[in-house]
Structure formats: C-alpha cells, structure tokens
C-alpha cells in the first residue's frame, strides 16, 4: 500500500467516525463535502467543498470551496474545524515532502548559487556611496550579499568562473562596469544592471546580461528579496511587488517595519508584468495570497483592475500603495509617505489612508 493510499484511507475513515457525509467525484478523483469555514450547507447535494484525492496531481489533498473561495492544503487548521481523529503530523510530514520535491522540480533551473564579491576599489565605493545616499541605510557585507548587488562585474564573472558571455562587446562590457550596478535575479540567470550615472550608455537606463546556465524559455528576469524561512504549508504569502528594483528595496527596508515576517515574499517586476511574478507563485503552489503592489505614481489606480477578476480565485485581498511625495519608493524613507487603495474580493474600495 502506498503511503499516498494509507493516508487517504486515514482520512476518509476519520470523516466516518464523525459521521460527516461525502461523497467521491470527478471520477473518483475529489471528495466533495459540505463546507464548514462559511457553513454552505447541511444538504450533502448542494455541498461546495472539494478535495484533491488524485495521488498523481500536485495538488493532491488540497481543498477549494465554490461558495466561499476558501482553499488550501489539508492541515492542522482543516483537521481542527472539522475535529477529525487524524495523524496531523504524519498527514503535514507527507505534504510538507510533497510540496518541496514540487517546489524543488520547479527550480531545477537554478543550477548553483553564485558568489557575490565584495570589492573595495574606489569605482565600487562610488556606487555603495550612490546606493547609501539614495536608499538612506549603510550597505554592510551582509546586506549587500542579502540583496545580491554587484559593483564590480568582472570580479563577479571571475569567482564564478564565468569565461564567456554571449552576445556582448568588451566595450559594453566596460561600459556597463563602469556606469551600472547589479542585481542577480531570482534564479540567477540574469545579471540586471541599472545606469546610477549621468553618462548614457547607448540610452540603456536598464541592462540584462543574460549568464551562461539557462536555456532562453526557462530564465526568469525579474528581482526577488529571498526569503529562507516561508513556511509555504502553514503560511498565507504575502506576495509583496513594486516596479524597480530600488523601489523594492526601499519597501524592504524603509517602509516594512517586521522585516521578519515569514509570510512576506518581496519582488520586483523589472520590465516583466504584475502577473508574470504571480504566475510563478501559482506554479509553485501558492494557490492562495495576499497581494501588495507598490506602484509608480504614473501607474494609474484603474490599470489596476485587471488583478481582481483574472485572480478571484486565489486572492484574499489586494493592497495597492503610491507614494503621496514622490514618483516610487526607492528612495529615503524621509521622502515616502505611503496612501493606500484597498480591494477586496470582487468589489475596489476606495480608501486613502497614509501609513
């Protein structure tokens, strides 16, 4: 017998013990039961609530109900609700397993993490100098390797043993030295520069050099603070987005005041959109959010609208910020002051609120 087998079995009979009334579906592969988080029903035939009991599908035991939206993985809080006699920690243990090797599958396209040099010559100072003067905070060692920013790109490629790059000139190359600064992408297959100087270089303000490690259709381009601590099967995500890079950052550091909550997923879009960077989350299995969006003051509020249909099943609420002083948040936290516009569900609400 499967372990798979067994702990459905385990479930299944917890639910007659309690003589809570299901039914199998979809070809044997959903149980449907009524739900008890909105109490649609006492009348099994207009229950609402289905459960995942394909063992080959990745979303094996989670559970979504049509009436109220509720969905989620079956755990310690589902096992409580319905106060089923179950294994909860050999039931999470699976899941939690489950979960990761899905997890892990998605990013096999992360082949190895990349070293960040932390180089001291005077152009490298002048681009800390540029960061510190406009974010408002000292970059230590450790921050600096947190955030993943590189100063010095050929010291980058050497201690990664980087020999070649594809379809780029020594000239750009320097150029981009000399005048850019660094971030690595959330799977470290681009290296994203942005000009911190007067001079343009070829009227680029962004630059992506694409590193050797990754197929075109399997590289993602946009920026995430890395968080080691989510907890993605007990935990809601907080999905947390702006525009640039610096604008993340600054809500990183100048605006969130528990930099240690778990729930928290920082990202920025650069040059991608809104829903690449929640499509991501999706195929990871986060089937259920909060989402925050930080956005640039010439990003009207109605371009926002969108998010609430295209993700009604998946949200539990939206929270779309501006800063009231300024065009982003990547700047000092002296010169932020943060409206908020709430959404929730299917209805916008407008609210001006300074944090």
């Not at 599958?105 to 992360?110: A, G, H, P, V």
């Not at 010291?155 to 750009?172: A, G, R, V, W």
């Not at 850019?180 to 959330?186: N, T």
């Not at 569900?345 to 609120?353: F, G, L, Q, T």
């Amino acid at each position: 017998m499967s372990i798979e087998t067994s702990l459905l079995e385990s479930f299944v009979e917890a639910l007659d013990n309690k003589n809570i009334n299901y039914r199998y579906t979809s070809g044997n592969k959903e149980l449907l039961l009524r739900c008890n988080f909105c109490l649609d029903s006492l009348n099994l035939s207009h229950a609402h609530l289905f459960i995942n009991i394909d063992e080959k599908s990745d979303k094996y035991l989670q559970f979504y109900c049509q009436k109220c939206n509720k969905k989620g993985i079956i755990n310690d809080e589902f096992i409580k609700l319905y106060k089923l006699d179950i294994d909860s920690k050999n039931l999470n243990n699976y899941i939690k397993k489950k979960k990761r090797k899905f997890i892990n599958k998605s990013n096999k396209k992360i082949v190895k993490d990349l070293k960040i040099p932390i180089s001291k010559d005077d152009l490298d100072l002048d681009k800390i100098d540029y960061f510190q003067n406009r974010m408002g905070f000292r970059l230590t060692e450790d921050i600096i390797k947190k955030f993943k920013i590189i100063t010095n790109i050929y010291e980058f490629l050497e201690i990664n043993k980087i020999n070649q790059l594809d379809n780029i000139s020594n000239k750009m190359l320097n150029l981009l030295d000399r005048y850019f600064i660094g971030f690595l992408s959330i799977d470290n297959s681009h290296l994203i520069l942005r000009n911190i100087s007067t001079y343009k270089v070829q009227n680029f303000r962004y630059y992506d050099l694409e590193l050797p490690f990754y197929k075109n259709n399997e590289k993602k381009k946009f920026y995430s603070i890395k968080n080691n601590h989510f907890d993605y099967l007990s935990k809601i995500p907080n999905i947390i987005i702006a525009e640039g890079i610096f604008d993340i950052i600054g809500v990183y550091a100048n605006i969130i005041s528990d930099r240690t909550n778990i729930n928290n997923l920082y990202n920025s879009i650069n040059g991608s959109n809104y829903f690449n960077i929640i499509l991501y989350y999706l195929r990871l299995g986060y089937l259920n959010f909060n989402l925050e969006i930080y956005s640039d003051s010439d990003y009207n509020i109605d371009r926002y609208y969108w998010l609430e249909e295209r993700l009604k099943l998946h949200y539990n609420k939206i929270n779309i910020y501006y800063n009231k002083i300024g065009k982003d948040f990547g700047v000092d936290k002296d010169k932020i002051k943060v409206i908020k516009k709430m959404s929730f569900k299917n209805k916008i609400s407008w609210k001006d609120d300074t944090l």
